[in-house]
């Protein structure tokens, strides 16, 4: 079993940033391929990043390519989402999730998730 926990979401201006943070718990966290996925109100959950278990391999939504950062530091069992020149469109629910062997961005995939932390940007 993971636990994860996600922080750092809050209110930010149309072009300000946020880092946001997937604290994990429980087994080995280096094993673990980890996305980024969020929930706007009255849409779909779409997938937004993800990173390997050795973080050679990092994948990107095309609407935050070039905006957005995902990292992990393995020996802080964290997985970070710095995310740039935001937004209106970028607010929403943000979910980490964690899953062994390859990364995929199919949020089916993912076997353990986090409750989310809100990020605003307000026009």
């Known amino acids: 079993q993971v636990q994860l926990v996600e922080s750092g979401g809050g209110l930010v201006q149309a072009g300000g940033s946020l880092r946001l943070s997937c604290a994990a718990s429980?087994?080995?966290?280096?094993?673990?391929?980890v996305g980024w996925f969020r929930q706007a109100p009255g849409k779909e959950r779409e997938f937004v990043a993800a990173?390997?278990?050795?973080?050679?391999?990092?994948y990107y939504a095309n609407s935050v390519k070039g905006r957005f950062t995902i990292s992990r530091d393995n020996a802080k069992s964290t997985v970070y989402l710095q995310m740039n020149s935001l937004k209106p469109e970028d607010t929403a629910l943000y979910h980490c999730?964690?899953?062994?062997?390859?990364?995929?961005?199919?949020?089916?995939?993912?076997?353990?998730w986090g409750q989310g932390t809100q990020v605003t940007v307000s026009s």
């Open positions: 999730a964690a899953r062994t062997l390859f990364t995929t961005m199919e949020e089916a995939e993912y076997d353990y």
């Open positions: 429980g087994r080995t966290f280096s094993s673990y391929s």
């Open positions: 990173i390997g278990w050795s973080d050679a391999n990092t």
